[in-house]
């Protein structure tokens, strides 16, 4: 495999992992937004970390799909949309 081969596919990985990451802390904040909500603590502050994290969701799911798409014209080039 050549070097820039190596590095194509470093960069794929990386941009997919980071995708990944982000998806997961958005995750993990609508799961504390939930927290928020049943524990009774000020609705406003709830229902701000819900929008900010409906927010990162769409971002992180976006950019996800993105970077996969990313992945499969690398591995598929020939095929369009």
């Not at 081969?5 to 937004?33: H, M, S």
């Not at 929008?51 to 970077?67: N, T």
Request: no cysteine.
């Amino acid at each position: 495999m050549s070097p820039a081969e190596v590095a194509k596919r470093r960069e794929l990985r990386d941009g997919v992992q980071d995708a990944a990451n982000n998806l997961k802390a958005a995750v993990t904040r609508t799961a504390l937004g939930a927290a928020l909500l049943l524990d009774g603590v000020d609705l406003t502050q709830a229902a701000e970390v819900n929008a900010q994290a409906a927010d990162e969701l769409s971002h992180g799911l976006e950019q996800f799909m993105k970077e996969m798409e990313g992945v499969r014209q690398h591995i598929w080039p020939d095929q369009g949309d």
